[in-house]
């Protein structure tokens, strides 16, 4: 089945700077890669995503990049804010599979 | 996207018994499933719940440990049975459209005692 690398496991950055948060995956058919981002407490909400037939999707802040060849994806965040603090999960589906994979997840914080 | 909610949204549970939960979505969907969150750890597929059909379930996940149902479009049921400790964690359902995103729940935090 799938596996999916997440790191780093914790970040911590400026307020200001920008974070990067990197995937890999395992399964070459693997075509949705989808980002979550858990606040405590809270439930994993997807704040972006990206399909194996772009190399590149922004929303505003927000970018994600996938390179199909090197299987691996990243999340950046720039311009970084408090309120980006919390864990943020990348996962992969398989072709023809609805099932998400996640990583374990990346614990940032953005110190004010 | 559809609204989803669960219940309850915690429970403290003795061990050997056993609690239901209850995912609601407010509009017809697809596909359903259901997550385990352990204490700072990442999200683990439990099971698919197919409507209409038996649930499929991922490796080291049991039916009849954690049995599910799923009558309609728009709900689906998750029982954790025979619970010991181990089974503290938070349990998510989420939903997916055409597209394949899921969305989740808030999810039903068990502490087991």
């Known amino acids: 089945g799938e596996n999916v690398e997440q790191h780093p496991s914790t970040l911590s950055v400026q307020e200001g700077d920008s974070a990067v948060i990197k995937c890999t995956y395992s399964d070459s058919a693997s075509n949705y890669f989808p980002w979550y981002k858990q606040e405590l407490g809270k439930r994993p909400q997807l704040i972006i995503d990206i399909r194996s037939n772009v190399g590149e999707k922004k929303d505003q802040r927000i970018a994600v990049t996938l390179n199909k060849t090197a299987k691996h994806f990243s999340l950046h965040i720039t311009e970084t804010q408090p309120e980006d603090s919390a864990v943020y999960f990348c996962?992969?589906?398989?072709?023809?599979?609805?099932?998400?994979?996640f990583g374990k997840g990346t614990k940032l914080s953005v110190i004010p | 996207s559809a609204v989803i909610s669960q219940k309850p949204s915690r429970d403290i549970c003795q061990r050997g018994t056993s609690l239901t939960i209850q995912c609601q979505v407010d509009?017809?969907?697809?596909?359903m499933f259901w997550y385990r969150q352990q204490p700072g750890q990442s999200l683990t597929l439990i099971a698919t719940a197919n409507q209409g059909s038996e649930a499929t379930y991922e490796s080291g996940f049991v039916i009849d440990k954690f049995p599910i149902s799923r009558p309609n479009l728009t709900f689906s049921t998750l029982t954790v049975s025979n619970m010991s400790p181990e089974d503290s964690s938070i349990y998510l359902c989420?939903?997916?459209?055409?597209?394949?995103?899921?969305?989740f729940g808030p999810g039903t935090r068990l502490l087991v005692l």
């Open positions: 989420s939903y997916g459209d055409y597209q394949e995103t899921q969305y």
């Open positions: 996962a992969a589906i398989g072709a023809g599979s609805y099932q998400l994979t």
């Open positions: 509009s017809q969907v697809t596909m």
